[in-house]
Every structure is written in structure tokens, then in C-alpha cells.
């Protein structure tokens, strides 16, 4: 619900404009610098032909043409879209159920704080490395290497043990998972920054109609939370769909075109191919369908909010 | 809170005021290099040859390699390149450079004094970073690049492991090699790893056996789109890796590992062959110094070609042909690559050298793998290379081969389509 | 027996929910407690021991860390970077927000989707013209250069996060305070901002954590080893074939120490709650 100091009603003074605007001069200088000036670059490159270095060739919309036809970049899209939903209802149901746990009075409330945000902090290396361990397939003198497998074979589910990684069938979802792990710190915060600026006295309010948790949960904490929870779904759609240091780590440039998304493919154009103005291309296309995606997240959230 | 901030504003004043490049010596050269595990000994030498000469070596080290060759393209853009650097890119991108204006032709270096400096480095390694007579990238033949170490890629074989499945030589034909299979999985011994999970690595490995099942020749027509991908001498290649996956000689997840995770798994004797270059022998030593392991070249298919390892130069530097201290940079150079300094590199650092005339003082390991140096071949050094993107096409049917999602014969037709669409476009763009 | 019920069902549901607390903390704590571990193996040994304390402890591995990759500079330098570029966030983003929220001004709608739409372009090849640019406005190699671009890097994420949270917050305050005659800088630095603790509490260990682990742009933007941040330190360790564990597991333990210990400040600022409506400092 926002508010504004001056009421609509009242025509704005040009001094008030411009002493408003001052409080964003700033940031809009730094921007118009460091990010339009590489983002019309970003565009201009699209529709050339360049290798890194040497002569451009200007090709117009040949690129995004080749882009259109191109079936491992659309494959490696659905691939950030399925990582993306997974993170969005696994790694966000439980950033939020750790959230509300967290927001209540309980003990170790400090430690879990701290614990919680660890996979964050970790450096990718780490990660990887740890990961790479844990879903190892391998085996040593007749014993797992990997642990999930180990684990799995001591706890008398020999049937469940899998090559994790390197089954098309299950890699990406691994991936899903260890990106939601990585991740449900940032949620987990911002959720709980979120509930703490709940004003306690609607819960009270609550109570004292008689309502249960579950009716609380619902009339209460969900609506004032939604703006904080558009905003998590929003970064968390933004930071699925561009993943792929892990993806590096965990199964390297492997399993045919099975883990490939955007951003390898990018990389892949820039430095595999070395064809720049179709990496490019392939940024500017990303970058539209994300802002497609997220504009009609933010106009279901303002219907959602009015209804 | 009121403390914090006054602190805060301290400090990012003072960050503020803390710019300021530094001032460009004549009596210095700057490298910027990429090798992380030879920063130290380089920079031994850089204090030895100020000593010498009062010239200082500045280095840069910048790592991974990819965040290095996007320096070095993004500095070639503004022009602000330094006076020694590497460019870590394919023939091609080396040519485009020199075509730009920064790589200076060191040939008449190299021929001067009777072809001294020429002579006393193995022409394999010269030959990575020469351009031929004629060759495709349109650049005048010569010398453009210097290489300070020389590596190839070979297998590589774990003599207990052999042992415990009763074998005593490494293979020298391919079906000894299925038959060792064999054997070593009956011991339960994981026959063979490698980081097929990196591209270039399963291109090396496809590529010796191209050669060596059709020669050189009928690869190069094919890059020429002479001869197609259906061909079935190129079907029996796509088939070595179906027959090797369903021999199950494959490790388990062999096409998700990265270099360093096969290079562990070897190490910890966890496999008993390793497709891998001579830079192992450091990694090795580190993680498990009690391996007893040998150097061989692949397990020949075609007896009546050759089985060329690909190898040559290791790392080359280049100089900047806009720098004010070319000459200075070509001195330190023919100075890094001389016998002292070339045997210090190599003792440091076990890499092979790039001076015959160093070769004396290697480990027995090394030492088998210098024995095929002046035989090595490289995509640098052909006559043309293939089109990156059926290249791309290429490893990853072979990655669907070995994980049993395709056959050879589709991987041969996709890699085909994929060749007559890249041909069609070069045709376009030359009308 | 309705009591006795509803105690049963407060104890099962308290224990159901530290189990699960528990579970998610162990799949948490175990990365940081294998990396500290390996810190203090070898190279020969990391893999092979699969015993949860090593037997021989190599305190050393610290000492070679900080040595070999000269961490001391480094540190400094990646101190620096994210104070400042921190400061500068939340400084330039909280006042753009702020205003987003509360002022009017032409063309405010229009820039504020242009950040929020900036996060969603990924930029990988624009970093070569981003150096160009720098070079020609004589930023590239300094400190100030790669501050301003990090601090380019931040703004959008910490703008939306910010607004979000001053459009929540009731206006009653400021109201009173505007009738008091304060300013439009005045309510924001007295007023909004501190009841904003939380967002920026949050948007700090963002950046914070950003700025610390970033590297790319570092490496491309700074030539000087004078000038890089710790990673540019730990890349050492972690060389194209040969990668020294122990020694880099040391180097990420210590690179992880100072993150956590802005975490731990900054966190409890986001659950200091509504009840501290009194100004902070």
C-alpha cells in the first residue's frame, strides 16, 4: 500500500519536481554511465558479426534469425525454466517455513539465524567440490565413493543408489536442488526481514477474534507479505535463470546438451565459437523474456492485491 | 550508528583518494600470464634477469584462463595490451590478432645468427605458433609467438592395478586393450578415466584415432567438406567409444568430469588408465607421490596409419607489436628460453621444456613423456581446422554415444546436418 | 482432556519442528565443517581420510595461505572495496528509493522500471566494452573505477528491495514529521531510514557479500597486484591443472570469516522489530 507525501490531487511545483528528482540523480547517473552505455554496446554487437577482435561485420537481424532456429538454446531455456520452478516452490517453501519457525519464540532462534545463511556465504568452489562428493557415482574396491550413495547402501536402500549426475534423467533436477540450497539463505532473510516489520498487534487482533494459526496465516501473514514475497519470487526467478558456475562445477561442459542453460550457452558463444555478436544476441533475448516473465508476475501480483 | 557512519565516510574518502595508476618505466616490461602454478619460479627468474641486466619484469598473473583471454581481448580493445602476453585461443583468433596489429613477427629474431634461437627449441613447438606458406588465415609465413614449455597427451597406465588383473605390458593394439578391459573388470578395476566432461580433451582423444583409422588426409577433406561425416571410416570412429561404453570401460560418470576430478581419480588409483598430459606428473606426485604409474601412446586400431599424440607447445607468449619495449620483451624472452633458465623452469616446476638442450635433468615419468616430442601433432599446426560448431556437434554425439542415448550412425548423420548448414552459410557470406 | 489435547499437539508440533530445524542445519554445517577440516590436511591425504578429524593437524596450511597469497594486500584491498562500495549503495539506493516510494517527479515510473529491468539483462559480453569505456575515461587500473562499477552492479536489486519495504511502512510518522517542518532530506535521514533497519541491514549483507566474492570484473577492470581483492589471492591456489586443497580450503576459510562477521552484526538489526520504533544511534 504506498502513500504519497504530496496528495495527487495538488499540482507538483517544478522546484518540488526537481528537488524530488535530486534524491535519484545519482543513481541514474551511475547508471546511465556503467550500465546503458555497455547495454546499447550489448544491442549494437547483436547485430553484428564479430570474433572478439578484428573486423565487425554488421548482419542486422541475422543473429536473433539463427537464434529463433536454434534448438539447443530453446532446450537450454526450458532447462533454466524447470531449475527455475523447482527453486521457486522447493527452495522458497522452505526459506518461508524456516522463516516462520525462525520468527516465532523458540530457542537456538540466534544459531539457525547464522546456520541458515551459511550456503550463501560458501564460496562456489567449496560447493562444488562438496556436492561433487556427495553425488558421486563411483566405486572403489566394490565400496560407493560418492556419499548419497554410501549412505543410501548403509541404510539398506541399495535399490535407490543412482548415478546421480550423469543420468539425464536426474542430473538437472540435482542441479535444481543444490541451487535451492544455495539459495534459501537470501529468501530465508528477506522473508523474515519481511515478517519482523508485521505490526504484532494484528496478531493480536487475530487471536482476540479467535482465529486458529492456519486462519492467521492466511488473513493475516500472506497479506501483508506480499510485496516481500513478489520481490523474493522476482530475484529468485532472476537468479534460477541465470545459474551456471554451479552447473560448471557439477557436471563440468557434460551430458550432451541435457544441463546446458542461457548463460552456458553464452559463454559457449564468447568463448567456444567465439562468436560475439550471437552471445550477445542470445543476452538481448534472455534478457527480454525475463522482463516479460517478471511484468506479468508484477500485474497478477496488483490484481491479486486488489482482489 | 552515528559512529559507524562517520567511520564509513572515512573510509570510502580515503578509497576514494587511493587511485592512481602507476607511472610506465622505460626499464621495465610488464607480462601478464596465466600459469598459477609457474608464478613463483617466473618470478625467481624475473629477479635473477634484473640482476643481470637491471631490466625489471613486472608480472601479472590472472586466472582462470577464460577471465585471461577476456582480458586480453578486452585490453587488445582499448589498445592498452602489455608488452608480453599469451593469446589462449584457437589459430584463428592468433591470426586475427596479428591481422589487428598486435603480435609482432618475431621471424627475423628467430633467423638471425645462422637461426641460433631457431634451432635450439623443438620445431613442434615452433610449429604452434608458425603460420605456413599459404595457409588459410591469410598471414605472411613466419614465427609469431615463443614457447616456453612443450606438453603432449598420452595414456597413461597404473602398473598395480595392470598387475592385479595380471597384466604386465600396457596395450599396443586396440583389441589387447579391449581384452585388458576385460580382465580388469573381472578384478573389479575401473578400466579408464579421463575429463571427458571438457570438450577439448574427447576432441584430443577422438581426433588420434580419426587419424589413425583414415590418416590425416581424409580428415582434412572432410574439414573441407570433401568428404562427409556419413563416411564409414568415420562411423568406426563414432564406434570406438560405442564399443569401449558397452565393454563398460568407461568410469562411472565419465562424461560429467572435469579435468581435475579424473586427474584425483587416477591419483587415488581409483582407475587403471588415464587419458592425460605431461602436467600431470605434478598433480600426481602431490596427491599420491607412491604411484607407480607409465606413459604410453594410445592403443593403435589401424595398423597401416600412424597414432600421432597431440602435443607441442605448452605456453607461448607473444609480444605486442604497439609496445615501446618490443625489443627489450624479445630480449627477456630469448633469455627465458635459454638452457639455464629453461632447466630451472622445468625443475620447478616438472614441465617439459621448450629447449632440447634442457631435457637432461627430468624425472623417469617426464621422461617417457619427452620421448615422443618432435612426434606430436596439434590442431595448431594443420592445414585448416573444423568449424567450432560442428566441432560442438561432434563431441557432444560422442558424449550421447558413451551414455548409450545414441548410435554412431545418427551421430554421424546430426554431425553431418549440422556441417552442410555451417558450409551453406560460408558459401553465403563469400557471395 | 481438551487441554491435555492441545498440549500434545503444541509438543508434537515443537518437535516436528526442530527436526526438520535440524536437518536442514546439519545438510548446512556440513560444507564448512569439511572445508575447515580439509584446511588442516594435505594434499595426499584430503580424499583418502574419510576420518572426521584428521589425525595430524597442519595448522600451517593458514600461515602458507596467507603468505603465498600474499593475503595481506589483498585483504586490505577487498576491505575497501566493500566498505565503500557498501557505504556508496546504501547511500545512492536508499535515496533513489525513498524517492520512488514517497516523491513525485516526472518520469518516475519510467526510470524505476528501467532498474528493476536492468537486473534481468544479463551483461556477460558487455565487459569489454565496460573496460573500453573505463580506459577511456582513465578508470581502468584504479580503485575508484572498480568501486564505481560494483557499485553499478548492486543498485538495481537494492533499489527494488528498498522501495518494497517504504511502501510498506506507514506513513504516520513522516507525516508527523513533515508537520514538524522537517525537510524532505531531514525525513529521510531521521526517519525513514531507520525504521528501514531491516531492508538495509539486508541490502548491506547483499552487497557486502557481492563485493567479497566478486572476481570477474576485478580481474578484467585491475592490472596492479597491488590493487586486486582476495580472491585474485585464492585463484593462486586454484590453478588450471594443479589445485592446492588444503592451502585453498585455508585461504576460503579465512576469505569466509569476515562475511559471516557482517552477517552476524547486520542480522540482528533485522530482527530488532517493530517495537524499536525509536531511532537507532
Not at chain 1, 207 to 217: E, L, P, Y
Not at chain 2, 32 to 40: G, I, K, L, N
Request: aromatic letters at 12%; one cysteine or more; hydrophobic letters at 50%.
Amino acid at each position: 500500500m504506498t502513500s504519497f507525501m504530496e496528495p495527487r490531487v495538488v499540482s507538483l511545483k517544478p522546484l518540488d519536481a526537481f528537488k524530488n528528482f535530486l534524491f535519484v540523480l545519482p543513481a541514474v547517473l551511475i547508471f546511465s554511465i556503467f550500465y546503458i552505455y555497455p547495454f546499447i554496446e550489448l544491442i549494437r554487437l547483436s547485430l553484428h558479426q564479430w570474433q572478439g577482435i578484428g573486423p565487425m561485420a554488421f548482419v542486422g537481424l541475422q543473429n536473433f534469425k539463427e537464434l529463433a532456429s536454434d534448438q539447443v538454446w530453446w532446450q537450454s531455456m526450458g532447462h533454466a525454466f524447470y531449475i527455475t520452478i523447482i527453486a521457486l516452490t522447493f527452495q522458497n517453501a522452505l526459506a518461508f517455513s524456516l522463516a516462520l519457525a525462525c520468527d516465532r519464540e523458540i530457542r537456538l532462534k540466534r544459531f539457525y539465524r547464522v546456520v541458515f545463511f551459511i550456503p550463501p556465504v560458501l564460496s562456489e568452489v567449496v560447493v562444488g567440490i562438496v556436492w561433487n562428493w556427495i553425488l558421486n557415482a563411483g566405486t572403489q574396491n566394490g565400496q560407493n565413493i560418492g556419499l548419497l550413495n554410501h549412505f543410501l547402501v548403509q541404510s539398506g536402500l541399495p535399490n535407490l543408489v543412482h548415478n546421480w549426475l550423469s543420468d539425464p534423467k536426474t542430473a538437472l533436477t540435482c542441479i535444481a536442488i543444490v541451487h535451492s540450497w544455495k539459495g534459501f539463505g537470501w529468501g530465508f532473510i528477506l522473508l523474515l526481514a519481511g515478517l519482523q516489520t508485521i505490526d504484532r498487534q494484528l496478531y493480536e487482533a487475530a487471536k482476540v477474534d479467535g482465529a486458529g494459526s492456519w486462519s492467521t496465516f492466511w488473513n493475516v501473514t500472506i497479506p501483508m507479505m506480499l510485496p516481500v514475497i513478489m520481490v523474493v519470487v522476482i530475484l529468485t526467478i532472476l537468479g534460477s535463470m541465470q545459474v551456471f558456475v554451479l552447473i560448471l562445477s557439477l557436471v563440468n561442459q557434460g551430458l550432451v546438451y541435457h544441463t546446458e542453460v542461457p548463460v552456458t550457452r553464452i559463454l559457449w558463444s564468447m568463448s567456444g565459437t567465439n562468436q560475439f555478436g550471437y552471445a550477445c544476441a542470445q543476452a538481448v533475448i534472455l534478457g527480454i523474456i525475463l522482463v516479460i516473465v517478471s511484468f506479468t508476475l508484477k500485474k497478477l501480483s496488483n490484481y491479486m492485491k486488489q482482489a | 550508528m552515528k559512529k559507524l557512519l562517520t567511520w564509513l565516510c572515512c573510509a570510502f574518502l580515503v578509497a576514494m583518494s587511493g587511485c592512481g595508476q602507476p607511472q610506465k618505466a622505460s626499464n621495465q616490461i610488464e607480462v601478464w600470464h596465466w600459469m598459477t602454478d609457474r608464478q613463483e619460479a617466473l618470478e625467481f627468474l624475473a629477479q635473477q634477469y634484473e640482476k643481470e641486466t637491471g631490466i625489471k619484469v613486472k608480472l601479472e598473473l590472472f586466472a582462470p584462463s577464460d577471465a585471461y583471454s577476456q582480458k586480453v581481448i578486452a585490453a587488445a580493445q582499448a589498445n592498452v595490451l602489455p608488452d608480453i602476453y599469451g593469446i589462449l585461443d584457437k589459430k584463428a583468433i592468433f591470426a586475427s590478432f596479428i591481422k589487428a596489429g598486435y603480435v609482432a613477427d618475431l621471424t627475423p629474431e628467430f633467423k638471425a645468427d645462422n637461426g641460433a634461437w631457431e634451432k635450439a627449441i623443438f620445431p613442434k613447438a615452433l610449429d604452434n605458433n608458425r603460420f605456413v606458406e599459404g595457409n588459410v588465415d591469410g598471414i605472411g609465413p613466419g614465427i609469431y609467438g615463443v614457447p616456453i614449455d612443450v606438453t603432449n597427451i598420452q595414456l597413461v597406465y597404473n602398473r598395480n592395478l595392470l598387475k592385479k588383473a595380471g597384466i604386465i605390458k600396457p596395450p599396443q593394439t586396440f583389441d589387447e586393450f579391449l581384452a585388458q578391459i576385460g580382465a580388469l573388470k573381472r578384478v573389479g578395476v575401473t578400466p579408464f578415466v579421463s575429463g571427458f566432461g571438457e570438450m577439448w580433451l574427447l576432441d584430443c582423444f577422438v581426433s588420434n584415432y580419426a587419424f589413425n583409422i583414415m590418416g590425416e588426409n581424409k580428415v582434412f577433406a572432410t574439414f573441407r567438406g570433401e568428404v562427409p561425416y556419413t563416411d564409414p571410416d568415420w562411423i568406426k570412429v563414432f564406434g570406438v567409444f560405442q564399443t569401449l561404453a558397452k565393454k563398460g570401460a568407461f568410469i562411472e560418470g565419465i562424461v560429467t568430469k572435469g579435468n581435475k576430478y579424473a586427474e584425483q581419480d587416477f591419483a587415488l588409483e581409483r582407475a587403471a588408465f588415464a587419458f592425460n598430459g605431461s602436467w600431470c606428473v605434478n598433480v600426481y606426485h602431490d596427491m599420491n607421490p607412491a604411484l607407480d604409474y607409465g606413459v604410453t601412446a594410445l592403443p593403435v586400431m589401424n595398423p597401416a596409419k600412424p597414432m600421432k599424440m597431440w602435443g607441442g607447445a605448452g605456453s607461448s607468449f607473444v609480444v605486442n607489436n604497439n609496445s615501446t619495449n618490443k625489443d627489450k620483451a624479445i630480449v627477456f624472452l630469448k633469455w627465458l628460453t635459454a638452457k639455464e633458465q629453461q632447466s630451472i623452469l622445468a625443475e620447478k616446476t616438472n614441465n617439459l621444456p621448450a629447449n632440447r638442450a634442457a631435457m637432461s635433468s627430468l624425472s623417469k615419468v617426464l621422461a617417457d613423456f619427452a620421448k615422443i616430442v618432435d612426434s606430436t601433432t596439434h590442431p595448431a599446426i594443420w592445414p585448416l581446422n573444423e568449424d567450432p560448431l560442428v566441432v560442438e556437434a561432434f563431441d557432444k554425439g560422442i558424449q550421447a554415444i558413451i551414455i548409450g542415448e545414441a548410435t554412431p550412425e545418427k551421430v554421424a548423420k546430426d554431425v553431418q546436418q549440422v556441417k552442410e548448414h555451417q558450409m551453406g552459410k560460408k558459401a553465403q557470406r563469400s557471395l | 482432556m481438551f487441554g491435555n489435547k492441545y498440549v500434545i499437539e503444541s509438543f508434537a508440533k515443537n518437535t516436528f519442528i526442530h527436526i526438520f530445524l535440524m536437518v536442514v542445519t546439519v545438510s548446512c554445517l556440513f560444507p564448512i565443517f569439511w572445508m575447515v577440516r580439509s584446511s588442516l590436511m594435505t594434499n595426499a591425504t584430503i580424499f583418502v581420510d574419510h576420518a572426521l578429524l584428521p589425525k595430524e593437524l597442519h595448522w600451517q596450511n593458514y600461515a602458507i595461505a596467507w603468505t603465498k597469497g600474499n593475503f595481506g594486500v589483498y585483504f586490505l584491498n577487498s576491505m575497501i572495496y566493500t566498505v565503500s562500495v557498501v557505504f556508496g549503495i546504501v547511500l545512492v539506493s536508499s535515496l533513489a528509493a525513498y524517492a520512488f516510494s514517497r516523491l513525485q517527479f516526472p518520469g518516475r515510473n519510467v526510470l524505476f522500471i528501467m532498474f528493476v529491468a536492468a537486473m534481468m539483462v544479463p551483461l556477460p559480453g558487455s565487459f569489454v566494452p565496460l573496460f573500453v569505456l573505463m580506459n577511456k575515461l582513465h578508470l581502468a587500473n584504479t580503485r575508484i573505477g572498480y568501486i564505481f562499477c560494483m557499485i553499478n552492479v548492486g543498485l538495481s536489486v537494492s533499489i527494488l528491495l528498498l522501495k518494497t519495504f517504504f511502501d510498506k511502512m506507514s506513513p504516520d510518522l513522516e507525516n508527523a514529521a513533515r508537520i514538524d517542518g522537517c525537510n524532505r532530506i531531514q525525513i529521510w535521514w531521521h526517519v525513514a531510514l531507520p525504521l528501514a533497519a531491516p531492508a538495509i541491514a539486508v541490502i548491506v549483507i547483499y552487497n557486502s557479500l557481492n563485493v567479497w566474492n566478486e572476481y570477474i570484473l576485478a580481474t578484467l577492470l585491475l592490472n596492479d597486484k597491488g590493487l586486486m581483492p582476495l580472491q585474485r589471492g585464492l585463484m593462486v591456489f586454484n590453478g588450471a591443472y594443479q589445485v592446492d586443497y588444503p592451502v585453498l580450503m585455508a585461504g576460503l576459510t579465512m576469505t569466509a570469516v569476515p562475511i559471516i562477521v557482517v552477517y552476524l552484526i547486520m542480522q540482528r538489526h533485522i530482527v530488532k522489530g517493530l517495537s524499536s520504533g525509536a531511532i537507532v544511534g
